[in-house]
């Protein structure tokens, strides 16, 4: 069983990274250890360890990091089943962001890529010439993009099916979050606003200004306060039921803005920090050791993971998304294809798929990137120090070396060329996804 089940995932990898060894033969340089994780057999190519030899001792040559500091660096590179280089590759570091791919994993393995979060919309009376005799009740159900775009789009829904009005209050229960605020009073005061166009100020009239031309400007305007409920009244009548962007195209902001709250919100719809952390050391087959999460964004420096977990998740969820049709360019930045977020101002070799992390003293970079000579090259870079910017300039010139060793692919390869159009944005605001309850 376990020399089918290794035989298999050694095929798989050598399929992903692109290299030509037959895997009976790739099999004999492995050996299964007690612990999940797999002893990778070394690469034959020395164009790893000698680019990360070199890259540490620039480190320390421009005093980025002292010499007996080299240690607090961690680097892990690999080509399918062949270790290119590690250095303290098994010691869980300061991950930072980097816990967003952690987070990632687990929700869509969980909820799958076309899984959407309900927003619920209720009223607690009936409507008459136009306004509502009651509350109006949003309950939450975990979406984590639901901004401007969005409210507007409701309001323009509360619109179609006559509610101009409301006379009571704007209740919110469950989990809702607007515009990344989870505080509910607050979320709630600025749907208040989104809702009724003459109560607008500059940030829902620049969003509305770049929404497709000819979109309604909403009018509900609401009479009463906004109030925050733990239980939803049970004798509310459904209005509305509004639909998040699908899965895929959420975990894809997340990751391209490196957002903490989006991050927070998804890692809480699987259980919170302690479930995606058991859960994605199964899926990378990994030790539990390797990573330590207090949370679902990497914020604070308790968030440990070493960067072999880094790149063994990375390559979970490329066989994840595979099963969905997708890729991991599908859910993270890449270089060349998308200019948002945190691939601003980085210069990694064409077509790298990257996720960035960064803390006060913390800068890590992990991803995938295309070689002629070996195939998919997956890696991860944790470093400790106060030069935030001088690290990722020497990340960058590290990839970058690496590739001129390996050779350019002359064209991105399937495996991870994103199905959808250059910089696409997602289509926020579509009334397509509120599906409307109470017919007139």
Avoid at 108 to 125: I, N, R
Avoid at 299 to 310: D, T
Wanted: include cysteine; charged fraction near 15%.
């Amino acid at each position: 069983m376990l020399e089918l089940l290794g035989s298999g995932l050694v095929s798989l990898w050598l399929e992903m990274a692109g290299v030509q060894i037959k895997p009976s033969d790739a099999l004999d340089a492995l050996a299964w250890q007690s612990s999940p994780g797999l002893v990778l057999a070394p690469d034959p190519n020395p164009a790893g360890v000698n680019t990360v030899t070199e890259y540490l001792k620039g480190l320390i040559t421009s005093k980025l990091v002292a010499q007996n500091l080299a240690e607090s660096q961690g680097i892990w590179m690999q080509s399918g089943p062949m270790l290119m280089a590690n250095h303290q590759g098994t010691t869980p570091l300061p991950a930072a962001s980097l816990t967003k791919i952690a987070t990632s994993l687990v929700v869509l393995t969980t909820w799958g890529a076309d899984h959407q979060f309900e927003t619920l919309v209720s009223a607690t009376g009936p409507v008459v010439n136009g306004v509502l005799q009651g509350d109006l009740v949003i309950t939450g159900g975990g979406d984590p993009m639901f901004v401007w775009e969005e409210a507007i789009a409701l309001g323009n829904t509360l619109n179609k099916m006559g509610i101009k009005q409301v006379k009571g209050n704007l209740v919110i229960t469950g989990n809702f979050a607007m515009n990344f605020q989870r505080h509910p009073l607050l979320a709630g005061q600025m749907l208040k606003q989104a809702l009724n166009h003459q109560t607008w100020t500059r940030p829902a009239t620049y969003i509305y200004s770049i929404m497709p031309k000819g979109t309604p400007k909403p009018q509900v305007a609401i009479a009463g306060k906004i109030k925050v409920e733990a239980q939803p009244n049970l004798q509310q009548t459904l209005l509305v039921r509004h639909y998040s962007l699908p899965l895929q195209r959420l975990i894809k902001e997340m990751n391209v803005f490196s957002n903490n709250e989006m991050a927070q919100m998804l890692a809480e719809s699987v259980g919170g920090a302690g479930i995606v952390q058991l859960k994605a050391a199964k899926l990378a087959r990994v030790s539990n050791s390797e990573i330590q999460l207090i949370n679902g964004s990497g914020l604070g420096p308790e968030n440990r993971i070493s960067p072999r977990a880094v790149c063994a998740m990375l390559m979970a969820i490329q066989r994840e998304a595979s099963a969905n049709r997708l890729n991991l360019a599908d859910l993270f930045p890449m270089s060349g294809f998308d200019n948002r977020g945190t691939m601003h101002s980085r210069h990694l070799p064409a077509a790298t798929v990257m996720k960035t992390g960064t803390l006060r003293d913390v800068s890590a970079l992990a991803g995938v990137m295309p070689t002629r000579d070996r195939g998919l090259v997956w890696f991860a870079i944790i470093n400790r120090g106060p030069g935030i910017p001088a690290f990722r300039k020497e990340q960058d010139k590290l990839l970058q070396n690496l590739v001129q060793k390996l050779q350019v692919v002359p064209e991105v390869p399937t495996a991870l060329t994103p199905h959808s159009s250059i910089n696409s944005l997602p289509e926020l605001g579509a009334a397509s996804r509120n599906e409307i309850l109470l017919k007139s």
